[in-house]
């Protein structure tokens, strides 16, 4: 078995699948970690349909939440032989895989988060160790259990050369900021493409606007746009995370009701990347003025539409992918849970106080051995 070798698994707020990687963190000097291979494992609509039915309350629940799981673990193994293929590495000689789950409710407010997993099952199949349920420790000291990746933002992207914030925008967006000196920052700004994917499924038939073409037909509508902004979320000082929740069609539909009933979907598609790039920006603007640098990942990091209103809204600051700093922008969510995993087999504290609001640090996640 490898110590320093770990398969990371994400599956998102996007509902679009399972992002794997094996990663290598005996990559050297000056390097955290070495992507060594990934897969991506796309949901089948059925599953995809369930989750998102499983945001909300409905008819018997936990045995579809239950059915889940299973779907969901056998998914996660697939997904990380994959990546084992792909990496031509044996995945017996994995110390472990970190697997985060499928988030389908998220109140820390009320002393709870939930994840879908069955991660003695995702051992069985894939017959590697598995690190999972990061998120309950930080909210059982009073945490948010969210946002769990700016300790690994810190040590990928952090250093005294540049102060940097790295943007990850799946359906939700947060951000971490990495100043040269002083305290790691970071929280959920809000919506990052689930309002606008949920938006493109209804009009279009799609799961997504590939790379915001469709929102580039549009013109923001102001109006739209000031309603959605006051909302209370956007102006509450952090720690603080968020999710589908909060955000989701009949919150859209609310405003678009009051607003703009009228409204042509092109424009209300490009008022909802307006909408997410404005939050970000506000935000980097609020706890990061002097950040030069901004990174981002995670699926919007594709949307050129997305990507171009960013820019322009953080002039002249740089915006990049992190693809442009080495690390691809659709791995660095799971890059996280590995580093994650690989930090609770060390018995290592994980998450950032400063960022959840917890009580102090803690170690994150429960281990199911091979």
Same mark, same amino acid.
């Given at each position: 078995?490898?110590?320093?070798?770990?398969?990371?698994?994400?599956?998102?707020?996007?509902?679009?699948?399972?992002?794997?990687?094996?990663?290598?963190? @005996?990559?050297?000097?000056?390097?955290?970690?070495?992507?060594?291979?990934?897969?991506?494992?796309?949901?089948?609509?059925?599953?995809?349909?369930?989750?998102?039915?499983?945001?909300?309350?409905?008819?018997?629940?936990?045995?579809?939440?239950?059915?889940?799981?299973?779907?969901?673990?056998?998914?996660?193994?697939?997904?990380?032989?994959?990546?084992?293929?792909?990496?031509?590495?044996?995945?017996?000689?994995?110390?472990?895989?970190?697997?985060?789950?499928?988030?389908?409710?998220?109140?820390?407010?009320?002393?709870?988060?939930?994840?879908?997993?069955?991660?003695?099952?995702?051992?069985?199949?894939?017959?590697?160790?598995?690190?999972?349920?990061?998120?309950?420790?930080?909210?059982?000291?009073?945490?948010?259990?969210?946002?769990?990746?700016?300790?690994?933002?810190?040590?990928?992207?952090?250093? @005294?050369?540049?102060?940097?914030?790295?943007?990850?925008?799946?359906?939700?967006?947060?951000?971490?900021?990495?100043?040269?000196?002083?305290?790691?920052?970071?929280? +959920?700004?809000?919506?990052?493409?689930?309002?606008?994917?949920?938006?493109?499924?209804?009009?279009?038939?799609?799961?997504?606007?590939?790379?915001?073409?469709?929102?580039?037909?549009?013109?923001?509508?102001?109006?739209?746009?000031?309603?959605?902004?006051?909302?209370?979320?956007?102006?509450?000082?952090?720690?603080?995370?968020?999710?589908?929740?909060?955000?989701?069609?009949?919150?859209?539909?609310?405003?678009?009701?009051?607003?703009?009933?009228?409204?042509?979907?092109?424009?209300?598609?490009?008022?909802?990347?307006?909408?997410?790039?404005?939050?970000?920006? +506000?935000?980097?603007?609020?706890?990061?003025? +002097?950040?030069?640098?901004?990174?981002?990942?995670?699926?919007?990091?594709?949307?050129?539409?997305?990507?171009?209103?960013?820019?322009?809204?953080?002039?002249?600051?740089?915006?990049?992918?992190?693809? +442009?700093?080495?690390?691809?922008?659709?791995?660095?969510?799971?890059? @996280?849970?590995?580093?994650?995993?690989?930090?609770?087999?060390?018995?290592?504290?994980?998450?950032?106080?400063?960022?959840?609001?917890?009580?102090?640090?803690?170690?994150?996640?429960?281990?199911?051995?091979?």
């Amino acid at each position: 078995m490898s110590r320093e070798r770990y398969a990371g698994v994400m599956s998102g707020t996007s509902l679009d699948g399972v992002d794997a990687v094996v990663a290598d963190f @005996a990559a050297g000097p000056g390097r955290v970690c070495e992507t060594l291979g990934a897969a991506h494992v796309p949901f089948p609509r059925e599953l995809r349909a369930t989750l998102a039915e499983l945001q909300s309350s409905g008819p018997d629940e936990l045995v579809r939440a239950a059915d889940a799981s299973i779907a969901l673990a056998d998914l996660y193994a697939e997904a990380i032989l994959a990546a084992c293929a792909n990496a031509a590495v044996d995945a017996a000689t994995l110390a472990a895989a970190g697997v985060h789950g499928q988030t389908v409710r998220h109140r820390p407010d009320l002393g709870w988060t939930i994840q879908l997993n069955d991660a003695a099952r995702v051992a069985e199949r894939a017959g590697v160790t598995v690190v999972a349920d990061f998120r309950r420790r930080d909210v059982a000291a009073g945490g948010q259990g969210a946002p769990l990746v700016p300790a690994f933002h810190a040590a990928l992207f952090g250093g @005294a050369e540049a102060h940097r914030v790295v943007v990850n925008i799946g359906g939700i967006a947060n951000l971490t900021d990495l100043p040269p000196a002083g305290d790691v920052r970071g929280f +959920d700004t809000g919506p990052g493409n689930v309002l606008s994917d949920l938006w493109h499924a209804e009009h279009r038939g799609g799961a997504f606007d590939e790379h915001g073409a469709w929102a580039a037909t549009g013109r923001p509508i102001a109006s739209l746009l000031a309603a959605m902004l006051a909302d209370p979320y956007f102006a509450m000082p952090p720690p603080k995370s968020t999710g589908r929740d909060r955000f989701h069609s009949a919150w859209l539909d609310e405003h678009l009701a009051r607003t703009a009933p009228d409204a042509a979907p092109p424009d209300v598609q490009a008022t909802l990347v307006a909408l997410t790039a404005r939050t970000i920006a +506000d935000a980097i603007r609020r706890v990061a003025t +002097d950040a030069r640098e901004v990174l981002v990942c995670g699926g919007g990091a594709h949307n050129a539409t997305l990507m171009g209103a960013l820019a322009r809204e953080l002039a002249p600051r740089v915006v990049v992918p992190t693809s +442009d700093r080495g690390v691809a922008v659709e791995h660095v969510e799971a890059l @996280a849970f590995a580093w994650l995993a690989r930090e609770a087999l060390a018995g290592r504290p994980a998450n950032l106080p400063a960022v959840t609001g917890a009580a102090g640090p803690r170690v994150l996640g429960a281990i199911y051995p091979r």
